[in-house]
């Protein structure tokens, strides 16, 4: 089974980028769809980002502008850019395996392996 570690998160101002990271081990990520998801203090999860093995991508509406999500299959990591960073940013991110983007719900992840977060503060 695939374990996820995700880093990259921190504090930042507003305006400001940032990089997340999602390393895999125990099993090579290009067997996967990967996705990124945040939750913050008192809201449910959301998914932000899903990237296919094939590359195809889809975000939610709200960062599509802002975030890019990639892959690098030869290191087994995959990467979340954050630019123009805003308060409402802030929460705990996520990646996760077999994320699968939905009409009525958004992008999910429910039968894939999940990473522990990490935090992400956008603050002046």
């Known amino acids: 089974q695939v374990q996820l570690v995700e880093s990259g998160g921190g504090l930042v101002q507003p305006g400001e980028s940032l990089r997340l990271s999602c390393a895999a081990s125990?099993?090579?990520?290009?067997?996967?769809?990967i996705g990124w998801f945040r939750q913050a203090p008192g809201k449910e999860r959301e998914g932000l980002s899903c990237?296919?093995?094939?590359?195809?991508?889809y975000y939610k509406d709200s960062v599509k502008d802002r975030f890019t999500i990639s892959r690098d299959n030869a290191k087994n990591t995959a990467y979340l850019q954050m630019n123009s960073l805003k308060p409402e940013d802030t929460a705990v991110y996520f990646c996760?395996?077999?994320?699968?983007?939905?009409?009525?719900?958004?992008?999910?992840?429910?039968?894939?392996?999940w990473g522990q977060g990490t935090q992400v503060t956008v603050s002046s």
């Open positions: 996760a395996t077999e994320c699968i983007p939905t009409t009525t719900r958004g992008i999910l992840a429910d039968f894939g392996s």
């Open positions: 125990g099993a090579t990520l290009d067997k996967y769809a």
């Open positions: 990237i296919y093995r094939n590359g195809r991508t």
